[in-house]
């Protein structure tokens, strides 16, 4: 027999209770999810709150790179993804083999990488960033370090942009951000021409460029709530993020930008679409996370030797974030 939904939440309630268990949420997930999570809150946030806690189990709702990072934080915990296809197409457009190659090209260089990338890929790295301290941690090198930047191409050409460094970039990108519709935002900025802009540094140079805000996705949060005079948005990323700007901001109104394409290809058919979602974030479901809570499927695991390694770069991320 099929439990309702609020069957599901009370059962996902005392077993968390019982298991001692934190659900974890990134802000793209089903606004279902967000409302039921002990934390909601962007990647680096998602590190940092797995540093701190003391639950025994972590049910991270977001994508297996948000999983693997949390395992390596706790290597003594259980980490649990709802659905384990939940995969990241930026963290895939860079595997270490091809890493390792690019870096014995360059063997004068540091390497910086986005935490949206596998265990194996930070193993070989110096630095982990998020689009939260990307600008803070690149700062912290020399001036004229040389460095290689992986996976994300436009994170990269903005952190280059705006530093003025001129860092190496691998050539990856996330396919949610770089497909918004350039034209669509211009039309947007017309009908709603007091509308802030506000653009995730995934996005390609020309979304940025005509953004007002460029952040992530908890700056994107933050500078709504703080923006007292301001009423209307048109947001620039995965529109999961909306849910958690109209719980804080009821009176303000959102405008998600819709892709390229209105039609995507979904396990081979043509599927309607009218905004920007992440299919990876939205494998997660209520159900899944119950099921997860309940035979504690899903597990996450990191090769130890890898995970020695990984560590070191995701700590010094943690540190210098401070
Ligand atoms: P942040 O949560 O760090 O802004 O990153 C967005 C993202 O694409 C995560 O996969
Ligand atoms: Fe990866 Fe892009 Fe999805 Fe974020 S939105 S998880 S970067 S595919």
């Not at 020399?142 to 290689?148: A, G, Q, T, V, Y």
């Not at 191409?153 to 519709?181: D, K, P």
């Not at 099921?291 to 010094?316: G, R, Y």
Request: glycine share 4%.
């Amino acid at each position: 027999m099929s439990m309702t939904k609020l069957e599901i939440i009370e059962s996902i309630n005392s077993l968390r209770l019982k298991k001692k268990a934190v659900i974890m949420a990134h802000y793209y997930q089903i606004p279902e999810i967000q409302d039921i999570a002990d934390f909601v809150g962007d990647s680096l946030a998602l590190a940092q709150q797995a540093a701190k806690t003391d639950a025994d189990i972590i049910i991270l709702c977001g994508v297996h790179f948000m999983g693997e990072t949390a395992k390596i934080i706790c290597p003594d915990k259980k980490v649990l993804v709802p659905d384990s296809s939940a995969g990241c197409s930026l963290a895939d457009s860079c595997n270490a083999d091809d890493l390792y190659k690019w870096k014995l090209a360059h063997p004068d260089y540091k390497v910086v990488s986005y935490v949206n990338t596998s265990a194996a890929v930070k193993a070989l790295t110096d630095v982990v960033v998020t689009s939260s301290n990307a600008l803070k941690i690149v700062g912290k090198f020399r001036d004229n370090e040389k460095i290689l930047f992986c996976p994300d191409q436009n994170l990269g050409n903005y952190i280059n942009s705006v530093t003025g460094r001129n860092m190496e970039l691998w050539n990856g990108a996330c396919h949610v951000h770089s497909r918004f519709s350039v034209t669509e935002l211009i039309e947007l900025k017309q009908r709603y021409p007091s509308a802030k802009v506000l653009a995730h540094p995934e996005c390609k140079k020309i979304i940025l460029e005509l953004a007002d805000v460029v952040g992530s996705t908890q700056a994107l949060l933050n500078y709504v709530k703080n923006a007292e005079n301001e009423k209307e948005f048109i947001v620039v990323t995965e529109s999961g993020i909306l849910h958690k700007m109209q719980q804080a901001c009821p009176d303000k109104t959102f405008i998600p930008v819709p892709p390229e394409a209105t039609e995507l290809l979904v396990d081979g058919k043509l599927t309607p679409c009218s905004c920007n979602e992440c299919e990876y974030m939205r494998l997660n479901t209520l159900e899944k996370v119950y099921q997860c809570l309940c035979d504690e499927s899903n597990e996450i695991f990191v090769d130890s030797a890898i995970a020695e390694k990984a560590i070191k770069p995701i700590e010094k991320m943690l540190e210098w974030s401070k």
